[in-house]
């Protein structure tokens, strides 16, 4: 119940905030009533749960408070109760007086509909990809590489005090990967939810608000609620060849209808597509994407109204647009600064959201009026995050390089463009074409949408550039409002317009489907990975180490130790180094200390390293050279054997 409570305050807070970032869209009273349900979800979870994670670092670090989260909470739960009855009350004066602000306006019956069937869509394949059952916690096979660290660091807050925060799988230095949504995880377990209900609800409501921000830009864009229902199939079913191709060649050899049946992997001919980069998986494993999308797209929504398209053949535009006043006058420069604010506020939930969303903006801002209000958001929000960075990180947060080409095999234009085929279909060449059937404001739109695209084909800022794939995603989010709206014109013209819009609509979805069906299969029953929430080795951890131990382990993706949420010296290594850590020297390192039949170099190791305590499993290696468990045990005395681990303690 704390934790429900918790989310119905962030809802009253967001919503006072909502009502000064949203424009007052008197014409569609409707969209306005769904842009401040979510932006008031946005904005409100991101402003309280920064508020309780400082207070809770602030009370164990500076007041030594074993259960810091238990003071942050009633602190800022209590302000946001008063804060939510100061505006229950202001609002109620309000109406009574007459003056209160229509901007909340009232649901209509289809988008109601629609945003119940989506509600409940998320809600089933969320508990479907990863639940609690029987004392275990299931994660399907297409997932559960990358809920491995956010597991751990979700139980790094809510069994731990991880403050100042580290990186569970790389212990004892900095946190370079944004962590905050798994913070918000980790706080509402400790407020009583169970790890599954706290991940899986706050992920669907994350996405649920970015559809519902979809729509509303899509009728800021003058595109209807079946054009927005469009949208949203294709962003769930992605376009791309590899469907068309799979089949062809299975056709070809004979064996097409048994592979339909029996495969279980991502189909995809381009280099990780075989991971689910472009499908809809990519919102189940990166549960944190669809909330940095929500802050981008309320932000995007904010400045819909700067636009200044030009109109018939108007002379002396682009003077008008970069060099007269009215290019440059502030139009409402407490909304931008306030969107800004929210934008940078979320660099450590999603770093690439801001990113792209800061992108779109600025493609937006060439062809807009109010300059000066782009540059103040832009200003304020990497202020924001560079503050952020400054706080968590040791050094530099990115390392910024040109990087032409992404992962394309053929890292020229041509390459490129074929890539994008490939993996798109004409999804991302054709809409150009497809904007020419919208209002003019949304051919800018398309072009701003674009921009995401651009940089992660031109710039690398991690050590692993297919993380780049998000600004791809986020391009194609937002692309899908111009589809949707092709496919309206098309099922609202005669049979011949229709007819091609089912074709439109079975070319940019086909692949996808089947993705979506190997979804269901790769994380069924037989296709989980199931973990013991209260093991007896998870028990030992919590009550014996905090998060100033730095465990000796081998290399763990999700096991019982890592939902101990306590550091470890160098866990699974691909999560550390795509995040920025050194993870060969410590890999050495880790090899040495679990190998080396030399005691008294474990020993100096250990204190170099300042490794508190050792795991050790029974018969365990380190790339294929035998763990040396008589040295560990003539070095450290034994403090855990469940007769599988055992646990020794370093007296470091």
């Not at 238990?70 to 109760?81: Q, R, S, T």
């Not at 506020?345 to 992108?359: D, E, K, M, Q, R």
């Not at 489907?513 to 029953?525: E, G, K, P, T």
């Not at 290399?555 to 850590?581: D, I, N, R």
Request: with cysteine; net charge neutral; charged share 15%.
């Amino acid at each position: 119940m704390p934790g429900i409570i918790y989310l119905v305050l962030a809802m009253f807070t967001g919503s006072r905030i909502s009502g000064a970032l949203l424009p007052d869209d008197g014409k569609d009273a409707s969209a306005a009533f769904w842009a401040h349900l979510a932006v008031s979800f946005g904005a409100g979870t991101l402003v309280l749960t920064w508020a309780v994670y400082f207070l809770a670092w602030l009370f164990h670090t500076a007041a030594g408070a074993g259960n810091p989260l238990l003071p942050a909470n009633i602190l800022v739960l209590g302000a946001a109760a008063v804060w939510a009855a100061a505006g229950i009350l202001h609002g109620r004066k309000t109406r009574r007086s007459g003056t209160a602000k229509q901007l909340h306006g009232r649901p209509g019956r289809g988008e109601t509909v629609f945003f119940l069937v989506l509600l409940v869509f998320f809600t089933a394949i969320m508990f479907f990809v990863f639940h609690a059952k029987d004392g275990r916690l299931f994660s399907g096979l297409t997932v559960f590489s990358d809920y491995a660290p956010h597991t751990a660091m979700i139980r790094s807050f809510s069994h731990e005090n991880n403050y100042p925060t580290q990186y569970p799988h790389f212990g004892g230095q900095d946190v370079k990967y944004h962590f905050m949504f798994q913070f918000l995880a980790g706080n509402l377990e400790y407020l009583g939810l169970r790890i599954d209900a706290a991940y899986n609800l706050i992920s669907i409501l994350s996405l649920e608000g970015l559809f519902i921000m979809l729509y509303v830009l899509a009728r800021r864009l003058g595109i209807g609620l079946k054009g927005a229902v469009f949208a949203s199939v294709f962003v769930i079913f992605r376009s791309g060849t590899a469907f068309f191709r799979f089949i062809l060649e299975h056709h070809q050899a004979g064996d097409l209808w048994q592979t339909l049946r029996t495969n279980t992997s991502f189909i995809g001919y381009t280099p990780n597509e075989n991971w689910g980069l472009w499908n809809f998986n990519v919102y189940l494993n990166q549960r944190h994407l669809a909330f940095g999308m929500l802050i981008a797209a309320a932000a995007v929504y904010c400045f819909t109204g700067w636009i200044a398209p030009r109109t018939g053949r108007e002379t002396g535009f682009f003077r008008r647009l970069f060099l007269s006043g009215e290019a440059w006058r502030s139009r409402d420069l407490s909304a931008a600064l306030l969107a800004g604010t929210l934008l940078g506020l979320t660099a450590f939930w999603n770093g690439a959201a801001v990113i792209g969303g800061l992108l779109i903006l600025a493609g937006m801002a060439v062809f807009s009026r109010g300059k000066l209000d782009y540059l103040a958001a832009a200003l304020v929000s990497v202020f924001f995050s560079f503050l952020q960075t400054r706080i968590f990180i040791s050094g530099n947060a990115v390392s910024p390089s040109f990087y032409f080409g992404f992962i394309a095999e053929d890292r020229t234009l041509p390459g490129i463009l074929w890539f994008l085929v490939q993996i798109s279909g004409f999804y991302f060449l054709g809409v150009w074409a497809a904007c020419l059937c919208l209002k003019k404001q949304a051919r800018i739109m398309t072009a701003a949408f674009m921009l995401p695209v651009v940089f992660a084909f031109c710039v690398s800022l991690t050590p692993d550039v297919t993380v780049n794939e998000k600004y791809i995603m986020i391009a194609y989010a937002f692309l899908a409002l111009i589809w949707g709206g092709l496919a309206e014109k098309l099922f609202s013209g005669g049979w011949l317009k229709a007819l091609a819009g089912v074709v439109l609509v079975l070319c940019l979805t086909l692949t996808g489907v089947y993705d979506f069906v190997i979804i269901l299969r790769d994380n069924d029953a037989d296709h989980r990975i199931g973990v013991r929430l209260d093991s007896e080795v998870c028990r030992w951890l919590n009550e014996n180490l905090d998060a100033d131990d730095l465990m000796l382990t081998p290399m763990y993706s999700m096991s019982e130790v890592t939902l101990s949420g306590c550091m470890m010296y160098c866990g699974w290594p691909y999560y550390a180094w795509s995040a920025g850590y050194d993870t060969y020297t410590r890999g050495e390192r880790q090899k040495l200390m679990y190998t080396t039949d030399r005691p008294e170099i474990l020993q100096n190791l250990l204190q170099e390293e300042g490794i508190t305590c050792i795991i050790y499993e029974n018969g365990m290696d380190l790339d294929g050279q035998p763990c040396r468990e008589d040295v560990i045990a003539s070095v450290c005395p034994l403090a855990f054997d469940n007769g599988v681990i055992h646990i020794y303690r370093t007296g470091v």
